[in-house]
């Protein structure tokens, strides 16, 4: 359905201060999170001799597009950002979710992540001289822990494995892919699985991506999720794939698909509507569509383009940091997942600056990137396996 003609839930909830509510521990929490997180960027940097980012290190592609917003969105689809018709500039990220530089044949979740350039407007905390939106996704509905206390049971368990030699890693993947798909079988998934290497070998260009925490949606509370629209990726959505021993197969994927297509999205949102079965505070949980669909609020398009040249690793891949905290006031990160993702995340930023001898910037424009919207000259597809 198109944003012209949809119609936004008749009650989403509005939002206010008293719905978030942090625990007693949480400050403690936030700062062994970092620490376990600087742990995995050391071990890294030890291993391979570039600072990587703590989750998400490996790039699959790099890709330059536009974002545009309609003008005639319902009143309460119409909030922040989406308030009125627009087109921006855009980065993507494509990843995988790992602190490490891994093989495809050890499968984790993937991510997309999405910078949105000259947005205007009342900042959220920390971003005050930016002017970019952030959407950070990951291709499944919920967070693979409730809160931050959940984060940091989760990061004491794969902490020690970024030490561990790969062909464990490898075999490990094997047994946890099919254990995972025993679980799936039966209606079940277990995103402990799926982190560690159990995540169904499928093509990532076909995948929809979502926020998995909320965020302010002006007056609102909202879940972010992008699906794909091309026919190119529709083609792909659930294809399994078999990585035929290529360190890079995703990678691979992602390249010889944009070199020759076009890509496209729709940018949706999920109202809340009920907060007993679409919490703020627990990130696990997968707000139902029966209650409140993802509605469309923006596209994306993406032209045929090389996604992983050399001036796209070194102003992209090396240069930026994404985050949900580069944000309008209008969509600040909601929930206790996301409070301790603002420190986290500037702590790797600021660990990646320091090592690389490179400084991370937000750009305004395309143009503040070195090579700006130039595709560049090809570059290997490993740099830094």
């Excluded at 119609?7 to 949480?26: C, F, K, M």
């Excluded at 700062?31 to 001799?49: P, V, Y």
């Excluded at 974002?67 to 689809?77: I, M, N, Q, R, Y």
């Excluded at 254990?179 to 560690?196: D, F, M, N, P, R």
């Amino acid at each position: 359905m198109s944003a012209a003609h949809q119609q936004a839930p008749a009650r989403p909830v509005p939002y206010q201060p008293s719905l978030e509510q942090a625990e007693d521990n949480e400050t403690a929490v936030d700062t062994q999170i970092c620490e376990n997180l600087r742990h995995i960027s050391e071990t890294t940097l030890k291993n391979a001799g570039s600072p990587l980012r703590s989750v998400h290190a490996k790039s699959h592609g790099l890709l330059i597009g536009k974002l545009s917003v309609p003008g005639d969105l319902p009143t309460a689809l119409a909030q922040g950002l989406f308030a009125k018709p627009g087109t921006y500039d855009i980065i993507i990220r494509l990843s995988t979710t790992p602190g490490d530089v891994l093989r495809d044949a050890i499968s984790t979740p993937r991510g997309m992540a999405i910078k949105i350039l000259g947005v205007e407007g009342e900042r959220a905390a920390g971003s005050d001289a930016d002017t970019t939106q952030d959407f950070v996704l990951v291709n499944g509905p919920a967070f693979n822990a409730p809160n931050a206390a959940g984060v940091l049971q989760s990061l004491k368990l794969l902490a020690p494995t970024a030490d561990e030699m790969e062909p464990a890693k490898q075999i490990f993947s094997a047994v946890a892919r099919g254990a995972e798909a025993v679980i799936e079988a039966v209606g079940g998934e277990s995103g402990t699985l799926k982190s560690l290497g159990g995540h169904p070998e499928t093509d990532m260009l076909g995948d929809s991506y979502y926020s998995q925490t909320p965020i302010l949606y002006g007056d609102y509370i909202a879940k972010i999720g992008v699906f794909p629209t091309a026919p190119g990726l529709l083609a792909r959505t659930g294809a399994d794939v078999k990585n035929n021993g290529e360190p890079n197969f995703l990678r691979n994927l992602v390249v010889d698909y944009f070199l020759q297509n076009a890509g496209s999205w729709d940018l949706r949102v999920q109202l809340c509507t009920n907060l007993e079965t679409m919490p703020i505070e627990d990130a696990s949980v997968v707000w139902p569509e029966t209650e409140s669909p993802y509605l469309t609020v923006a596209t994306i398009s993406v032209p045929a383009q090389d996604p992983w040249t050399i001036d796209k690793i070194a102003a992209i891949d090396e240069g930026l940091s994404f985050t949900p905290w580069h944000a309008l006031a209008a969509h600040r990160p909601l929930g206790s997942v996301n409070r301790a993702r603002k420190s986290a995340y500037e702590m790797s930023a600021k660990f990646r600056a320091e090592n690389q001898h490179k400084a991370i910037i937000e750009p305004h424009k395309l143009s503040d990137l070195t090579g700006g919207d130039d595709i560049g000259a090809p570059a290997a597809y490993a740099p830094r396996t």
